[in-house]
């Protein structure tokens, strides 16, 4: 399985569909839930970015691909950055369009990253006023893991410790 995670924004790469929700637009599914067998649960997206509805059989892992995030594609709870490192987070899609200017998000005030700002609805922005403004996406940093050994484990600690399996 692919290193998907939950808020991946995918679409199928040999045009097949949700046969569910085939006559509504769907275009897209966003992953809601990855249980611990690694199986994930998912929603419908139309070309708009509207949930259609929940799913979780139509699509498999050789058939999707993830979808490049865009100014014109952005979730709730992402953030953008303006030149100046200061962020707004997305709090809200009010439209979508591939238009620029019909593209319009509520957004956080800005500040650094997770302060009280960032949690506060400050005003509406379309994409163009973002790229007006010289925002582009804040790609999140990937998780890196650190692999020690028993010993380093201890040292840290600062005591012996035994792994339970």
């Not at 611990?36 to 050789?62: A, M, P, Q, R």
């Not at 509406?124 to 380093?152: A, C, F, Q």
Request: net charge negative; proline share 2%; with cysteine.
């Amino acid at each position: 399985m692919p290193n998907y995670k939950v808020g991946d924004v995918l679409k199928p790469i040999d045009g097949s569909m949700c046969v569910t929700y085939e006559e509504q637009n769907a275009v897209a599914i966003r992953i809601t839930y990855i249980n611990s067998d690694g199986n994930y649960f998912y929603v419908i997206l139309s070309k708009e970015g509207t949930v259609l509805g929940g799913c979780s059989h139509c699509f498999k892992d050789d058939n999707l691909t993830l979808v490049a995030k865009t100014l014109n594609t952005l979730q709730v709870g992402d953030y953008v950055k303006n030149k100046y490192g200061d962020y707004r987070r997305v709090l809200a899609v009010l439209s979508r369009s591939d238009e620029d200017g019909l593209c319009v998000y509520v957004l956080s005030g800005d500040g650094k990253k997770y302060s009280d700002n960032i949690a506060k609805a400050y005003s509406t922005w379309t994409v163009y006023d973002l790229k007006r403004l010289g925002y582009s996406i804040e790609e999140p940093t990937p998780e890196t893991v650190d692999e020690l050994t028993m010993e380093e484990v201890c040292k840290a600690l600062g005591r012996v410790v035994k792994i339970k399996k």
